[in-house]
Nanobody, 124 residues
Framework: QVELKESGGGQVQAGGSLTLSCTAS????????MGWFRQVPGKEREFVAV????????DYADSVKGRFTISRDRYKNTVSLQMNSLKPEDTADYYC?????????????????WGQGTQVTVSS
């Protein structure tokens, strides 16, 4: 079992920045990946970014490329999402998730463990 806890959400004006963090505890997942997803009420959960735990390889949704950066600290078992140049359309609940396989995936069904989410609101 992996337990995930997100933090860092909040309100920000358009053009601003926020950094989300997700701390993992429990079983190890050194061969897996950790991703960030977001969801707006009434819509499907949307892929944001993913990082391969061992290699640090990353992938991003087109909508956030160049604005968001995902990184991990293997010693602290933490993954961060630096979000710059935020837009009102980035408003959502953000979730971190762990997949036990090394293959990078943007499909939420590939992820076994999920955090409770943290809310991000970007005002215009």
């Amino acid at each position: 079992q992996v337990e995930l806890k997100e933090s860092g959400g909040g309100q920000v004006q358009a053009g601003g920045s926020l950094t989300l963090s997700c701390t993992a505890s429990g079983r190890t997942f050194s061969g897996g990946t950790m991703g960030w997803f977001r969801q707006v009420p009434g819509k499907e959960r949307e892929f944001v970014a993913v990082i391969r735990w061992a290699s640090g390889n990353t992938d991003y949704a087109d909508s956030v490329k160049g604005r968001f950066t995902i990184s991990r600290d293997r010693y602290k078992n933490t993954v961060s999402l630096q979000m710059n140049s935020l837009k009102p359309e980035d408003t959502a609940d953000y979730y971190c998730a762990v997949a036990l396989r090394a293959s990078i995936s943007s499909n939420p069904t590939a992820y076994r463990y999920w955090g409770q989410g943290t809310q991000v609101t970007v005002s215009s």
